[in-house]
């Protein structure tokens, strides 16, 4: 017959402080957290946009512009996914 391999005590009292490290996070910071990154990255996303929004207006040089316009654009649209995500974690945490 095999034999069973002996767990390690250290490697048993890492596993169970593991456990009682996730059990004591509570939800709303779990919350907390994830609203402060979604807050960060929407006011990033949106000055960009902006800032690529201007810089199309503002130049002359037809390709130039055209690429300001494309970055501005897709700047925007993950802005305004940040922004419904903002706003989804903003309902969920005062439901909670």
Known sequence: MARKRAVKKSARRSSRSRVSRRATRSTSSKYERKFSLAWKNFVFFAIASIIFFVLY????????????????????????????????????????
Not at 85 to 95: D, E, N, P, R, W
């Open 57 to 96: 207006e503002v130049l002359a040089n037809v390709l130039i512009q055209t690429f300001f316009g494309v970055l501005a654009t897709i700047f925007g649209m993950v802005a305004v996914a940040l922004l419904i995500a903002f706003i989804t974690l903003g309902i969920l945490k005062s439901g909670k």
